[in-house]
């Protein structure tokens, strides 16, 4: 009889479109958010953290009508319970805006009102992974509920310009450009567009902006372009002279914002909601001056298109203007690392009432990826103080070494894999990328001293110098076993300076 | 004819089983979070997030071949790929140790060995949610892979008591004990019992040691006991002299260490296996005295019995020892609040090679609760200054004081509800927590002053005093404006240390 197949063995995958982090790539993030919570925490506003879990109901966009409403969300069927009928359906949050909505409804007797909250955390995105495009990945968001008021886009528009600057973005590297949807509403009155379908017609071509510039959206609004590669799009069908208060918007950008606020106000004509609109970035614009935000860190800027679509009132995008080296070696700006708006439907799906809120959400692995691109995160990753292990018998000494070292602040920790060959020893400091390691063998003990060997200087030396020269270099000191602490504070202190 | 009938709103509700976490509740864990995390890596441990998701296969407890693999985790199918088959299962991780399993297995080339781990984070149970039970908690773990020398076990035991006293508990006021998975199978093989089901009865008997006490343990080895109702419970059949070294394991705790593995030796008597556990924690004692951890902090104890028929090694667990009173009001000790030991079948479902491991795991909730019990949690919960709104016209003069008590580094936002009622401004204060109201209506903009109110002292005045009183006290002073955050200051400094 042949022998029982042995059952497989279960694969080590991470699953696919999901990824781990590891040292650097968690402690760089938790510094970042820690330091942009600061800032929110110091503008008033108070975490909040909901579960990963919502009902699909109260999620909204996805409706349980559908058999398996999974379409863009990790979803999943509760067990029945018991003579109670179907169970509800669960699934994992897909941004920290649907989650803030069902608690500002849940609680809305409870909470003060502004509510003013920040909260930080994974999302899910049940999509198709592709590079760089991840299943789970971090948002970090702040929102007033409650406040009509453009203060409280003026005070979350100042307070993403700080926390860029905490996180350690400097003034010049970063912009916040603000815009209204209430103005391009006003231009869309003055040019006699009121069919819903034009309109939107007119805002999908606004989106293009940034692609096709001027005289493509001029081009879009009327008749029609041909794209890159030839092919035909169709255009709105708008006379020329209609497209002009829509460029007029789009390039009303002026040397300041009073000139440009001079601009926006022609192109509305005698539009309310776009003279409202105006008069909104205005109150924005004095705010912001009053809080002691000047042109180089925030400014009204129409050409923001990103969010006018989907924002009711102000939106705002923060951009990094310093040029990095794309795909292709080519210089290009940083970009867009932060966007938000303010938008009235929050809470109305679950008590049929409007609240006015208005929010940011930074982009945490774009601003981490420029962090990194500026040389800004990472610095302090370094690797533990390895006690190397000479006696098996004496690893209590071993232990206490790592002990003292510790109370004194170092991070430091003792070789716990098989000590025989030493060589693995010193290879396993390296992985670590262990600055400094310790060495005590039966003879310096009897001595009372230790070796203390400077990784980061040896292997500078192992790469640069001749054999004559590396024996000249202190490299590894011999010091008495009572200055094994201070030797390696001051091995650690040039090494921090030499970097 | 009617009217369709609306469509039922979503009901705004936490899904059953979850929590949402405000504030200081969110802040309070972080910081404990964030202390135990600095002692983690000044022991050398790195950080690591794996994603909430993971394959079902190498979550490995919940198997893909039944038809819907959630008993006990959340778990939904894949949507099948194009003619690919059927979809992989995936879940949400029920804990940190699957997750760490499945990273030893895929990058065991890549990481360092040992590699040691800490990983702080959500996981999911689907279980039905009850008191004080909940579907999404954390977990803080630290492991270490791939070293099988006990001086990795006394590494993290030593870790676990100064990560206790980073968090905030102080010496005295916990104890960690620790005991040998191999000590007991030494007991058991001096008591002659190798049958396995009978191995595994008396280890579910000994797990009812903390309940029972030693005549309990006594009768259950034997023939048997009532329990509290009457029911009888069977006994494991032994004869009475057979249940003596068992209870001579349990109850060998002597007044030092060295007592302690001498009543060991005698309980083990000639097994080999059990020689070599009391040797083992021989040398973890011998090793955390060379730490610097004594008696008061560390100490062997037979009587631990959670966790031995789990790990294959020493085991360990950290108790609070202040008492608290229970829901009856009745004193008893607090309890525990992390444990771990020795496993050696982590990698092995993946690869087929045993790799060794211990760690520890802490109770995020047990011991935050913990520190409130203390009032160790939660001091630096404070409201924002708010500066309240006299004149809608003068928002700039309130953002640029705002702006400046920010800069300070004082919390401080601007009201941002409906100013026209000043009544709900000092309410919307009060329900913030707010230390300090700023003030400036018309008049006293026209004089250059402001009012600063200490909302603090003011509702202890309102509380304590009569009107008389009140009077006399400033509670409320007026200031030059250039003086106003100094005034802050000085209040927000009265308060503190008031408190």
Same mark, same amino acid.
């Given at each position: ?16 479109? =999901? ?25 008033? =506003? ?90 789970? =990945? ?39 450009? $603000? ?88 192109? $509305? ?166 600055? $400094? ?14 070796? $203390? ?47």
């Amino acid at each position: 009889m042949a022998k029982d197949p042995k059952p497989r063995r279960p694969r080590a995958e991470t699953p696919k479109g =999901f990824r781990d982090y590891f040292g650097p790539d968690v402690t760089e993030r938790k510094e970042m958010l820690d330091r942009i919570a600061a800032v929110y925490h110091l503008h008033g =506003f108070d975490a909040l953290e909901t579960s990963g879990i919502e009902t699909v109901e109260a999620l909204g966009k996805f409706l349980p009508d559908v058999d398996r409403p999974n379409a863009g969300v990790f979803a999943w069927q509760e067990e029945s319970v018991p003579g109670g009928g179907s169970g509800d359906w669960l699934a994992l949050r897909y941004d920290l805006t649907a989650p803030l909505a069902r608690v500002a409804a849940q609680y809305r007797n409870d909470l003060p009102t502004p509510y003013r909250r920040y909260a930080m955390g994974p999302v899910w995105r049940n999509e198709k992974p592709g590079p760089g495009r991840y299943r789970q =990945f971090y948002q970090c968001d702040a929102d007033t509920v409650g406040a009509a008021s453009v203060a409280a886009d003026a005070e979350i528009i100042a307070m993403l310009a700080d926390a860029l600057e905490a996180a350690g973005i400097a003034r010049g590297d970063y912009l916040v450009r $603000v815009n209204n949807r209430k103005v391009l509403n006003g231009v869309l009155d003055s040019m006699g567009v009121s069919d819903p379908d034009t309109a939107a017609d007119v805002l999908r071509t606004i989106d293009k902006f940034d692609k096709v510039g001027e005289s493509g959206v001029r081009e879009l609004l009327t008749t029609g372009r041909k794209d890159a590669s030839g092919a035909e799009i169709d255009g709105v069908g708008l006379d020329a002279a209609q497209a002009e208060p829509v460029i007029a918007f789009l390039t009303s950008k002026g040397a300041t914002n009073a000139a440009t606020l001079d601009n926006l106000r022609a192109a $509305v004509g005698g539009s309310v909601v776009g003279a409202e609109g105006v008069d909104e970035l205005a109150q924005i614009a004095a705010l912001l001056d009053a809080s002691g935000m000047g042109p180089d860190r925030v400014v009204i800027d129409p050409s923001v298109v990103r969010g006018l679509g989907y924002y009711t009132g102000p939106v705002f995008e923060a951009e990094l203007t310093f040029e990095i080296l794309d795909d292709k070696g080519r210089k290009r700006q940083f970009g867009s690392v932060a966007g938000g708006g303010r938008y009235d439907d929050l809470v109305e799906r679950f008590t049929g009432q409007k609240v006015p809120a208005t929010g940011v959400s930074i982009g945490v692995d774009r601003l981490l990826a420029a962090l990194r691109e500026k040389g800004l995160a990472g610095a302090q990753a370094q690797g533990p103080v390895v006690v190397t292990v000479m006696d098996r018998e004496r690893m209590g000494d071993y232990h206490a070494m790592a002990a003292e070292l510790r109370v004194a602040g170092i991070r430091a920790e003792v070789y716990l894999g098989n000590p025989k060959n030493f060589g693995n020893q010193l290879k396993y400091a390296d992985k670590r990328g262990s600055p $400094v390691a310790i060495i005590q063998g039966g003879d310096e003990a009897a001595r009372g001293v230790v070796q $203390v060997k400077d990784l980061i200087l040896g292997a500078k030396i192992a790469a640069q110098a001749s054999v004559e020269e590396w024996k000249s270099q202190p490299a590894q000191v011999e010091v008495p076993r009572a200055d094994l602490v201070a030797t390696v504070r001051r091995m650690l202190a040039r090494e921090t300076g030499a970097q």
